[in-house]
């Protein structure tokens, strides 16, 4: 079974009467073995809490194999099942290895790692999906290489055969299944395109690979409108293309990649020189193309390079004024894919600390990422789910230095997650990678390669957020946020900003409130507020949010001591109309936004 590196399965283990399971089927798999803290003692990974970490790893879109009860796994996953399409395999195993339960992903691949399991434990696969019962094979799962064009018609015609109808399979037959020449349903292998009818389903072969080359900028509808007429002039059907593929600099052609995206499948680069290699197979070598580029051509030796050596070209290049295509077909379906990908960096806020506060996004770029950046704190808070990636560190004060290497690592071709603590665009990396994606390398930016690479953003729980949730409702009328920090900002500009924000009356959430040798600022902010806010106003100090030496407290803002914060507090100053609610557990912080009119309204006598 083949898998993407990246997201590999992860085996969990709950106790020790199935730790020898597990670390067979983990060396089946080529997986890591996440085992429960205290109660496995050997495992790669460890977690403490099992429904915890299991929806982590759900959410993050790693396909799981659970040695342990299936009710552990189904009461973990059931608050996040929305679309089987997306989910990724669920797989129970007996302590023993007697059994094997695909619980969820069963045309995702769960049944087939049930029954690679299976086989090799000498144990039963609980196989209950009904074509893989009657049948042994999921007609919505072809083998790899193969591309099903109307998977919506999957169901019923599974149902017509579960039903009596008879088989008909034309072309290669991918199942080896029991057919007739005349079947009531019919499975058609073609390279053609076809409109297929309601008792039909058309599998592709993907063993084309399409070269592109195009001018920059060029209209993604002209390239696409293209290749579309020159399929339809040659009988190729879309679903018969493996992969786009062109130059390493035309990785961040926008025209490349919704070609791609449109067809479904990876786009491919490949440098000058490894395009060059093809010149003698080349139709139409062209010597300005050379000049230009350093490679006799792009479409036609882009598609031969990912085709393979004994692939031909069947579609010489086709032009349009800005765009060229040409065709390469393989003797057998592309599976193996050369060239590399072009280079991505998720920049992911993980949120305060909390791993339930991380968003399923986050979880999922982490997943997928092959290589972690981050201060080494930050990283560490992603537990088990960094486990088997290679990992970066940098220490604090390295921020770009730490940015710089995630670019260049992405412009290789790598996914690259740099990991950030709340949101990535607050006080964090996000604003430097733009920096210096917006800067030239005569401008002591980063390369051309790494300019080119997919940049990501996803929104993480901000220390604010996570501060004024502890709190109550804080934030609940105007608000803004200023970093102390004088590091990187004049301390004139943030004094200017105190006073604004003072005169403004809003509440003020203080980021980078001291360090350890910045202790003066806090005090001076303290005394800036207080000439335009009353001496008890309410002030939150909230210190590891989200970890489990969380601090939360209150102090009147004419009381506030400096030496009361260190850097992992983040402070929230109310307004002149913040107020403390008292409640049975407690003081709640909340800033009204002005029902209290409305309410008080509505309580005032009516006029008879």
């Known amino acids: 079974m083949a898998l993407n590196s990246a997201l590999k399965p992860v085996v969990v283990c709950l106790s020790k009467s199935g730790e020898e399971t597990a670390h067979k089927v983990a060396a089946l798999l080529g997986a890591d073995v996440h085992g429960r803290s205290e109660r496995v003692e050997r495992a790669d990974a460890y977690f403490p809490n099992a429904l915890d970490h299991v929806r982590t790893l759900f959410a993050s879109g790693t396909p799981i194999v659970g040695v342990c009860a299936s009710g552990i796994l189904i009461r973990a996953v059931a608050p996040l099942l929305a679309d089987k399409t997306q989910e990724p395999p669920v797989v129970s195993v007996a302590d023993d290895g007697s059994v094997t339960v695909p619980l969820l992903g069963g045309h995702r691949g769960a049944n087939r790692l049930a029954q690679q399991i299976s086989e090799a434990l000498g144990g039963v696969a609980a196989v209950t999906t009904a074509g893989d019962v009657a049948m042994g094979v999921a007609l919505d799962m072809p083998p790899v290489g193969y591309r099903l064009q109307n998977p919506q018609s999957a169901k019923p015609v599974m149902a017509a055969l579960l039903n009596g109808a008879s088989l008909a399979c034309k072309g290669e037959n991918i199942f080896d299944l029991d057919a007739s020449e005349n079947g009531e349903v019919e499975l058609r292998v073609t390279e053609a395109p076809v409109t297929p009818t309601d008792a039909q389903l058309v599998y592709h072969p993907q063993r084309f690979a399409l070269g592109l080359g195009c001018a920059r900028n060029a209209d993604p509808e002209e390239v696409w409108d293209l290749l579309c007429e020159t399929l339809e002039r040659e009988g190729i059907a879309r679903g018969a293309i493996a992969c786009v593929n062109s130059i390493d600099l035309k990785g961040d052609e926008p ?43 792009v479409s036609e030796a882009s ?53 339930s506060w991380r968003t399923p996004e986050a979880s999922r770029l982490v997943a997928e990422a092959e290589e972690l950046v981050g201060y080494g704190l930050y990283i560490d808070l992603l537990g088990p789910l ?36 709340g949101d990535a665009g607050i006080y964090a990396m996000g604003a430097l990678v733009f920096e210096l994606l917006d800067r030239g390398p005569d401008e002591l930016g980063v390369s051309d390669a790494a300019h080119r690479v997919d940049v990501i953003s996803t929104p993480g729980v901000s220390a604010l957020q996570g501060a004024a949730a502890r709190a109550g409702a804080p934030l609940g009328h105007d608000f803004c946020a200023i970093s102390l920090s004088d590091l990187l900002t004049p301390r004139e500009d943030i004094v200017k900003r105190l006073h604004a924000a003072a005169e403004g009356d809003f509440v003020i959430a203080f980021y980078n409130p001291v360090s350890m040798r910045r202790r003066t600022l806090l005090a001076e902010a303290r005394d800036i507020l207080l000439k335009h806010r009353p001496a008890d106003t309410p002030v939150m100090l909230a210190s590891s949010l989200g970890r489990p030496e969380e601090n939360v407290r209150y102090r009147r803002l004419a009381d506030l001591e400096v030496d009361e914060v260190d850097m992992l507090t983040v402070v929230l100053v109310g307004s002149s109309h913040t107020k403390l609610a008292q409640l049975g557990e407690g003081p709640r912080m909340y800033t009204p936004r002005g029902y209290a009119r409305k309410i008080d309204g509505d309580l005032a006598p009516k006029a008879s």
């Open 386 to 421: 960094a486990h088997g990636k290679t990992r970066s560190d940098f220490p604090l004060g390295g921020e770009e230095d730490r940015c710089r290497y995630a670019l260049e690592q992405a412009a290789k071709g790598k996914n690259v997650a740099l990991i950030c603590s």
């Open 303 to 355: 598609a031969l390079a990912a085709a393979g050596r004994d692939a031909t070209l069947v579609v010489p290049k086709q032009k349009t004024a800005n765009a060229t295509c040409a065709l390469a077909r393989a003797n057998d379906p592309i599976v193996e894919l050369n060239g590399r990908a072009r280079g991505r960096l998720s920049i992911i806020g993980i949120g305060p600390g909390q791993h």
């Open 255 to 297: 025209a490349m990649n919704v070609v791609a995206a449109r067809l479904g499948v990876p786009l491919r680069l490949f440098d000058a020189d490894e395009l060059e290699a093809e010149v003698d197979r080349l139709e139409n070598p062209s010597e300005v193309v050379f000049a230009e580029v350093g490679c006799h051509g």
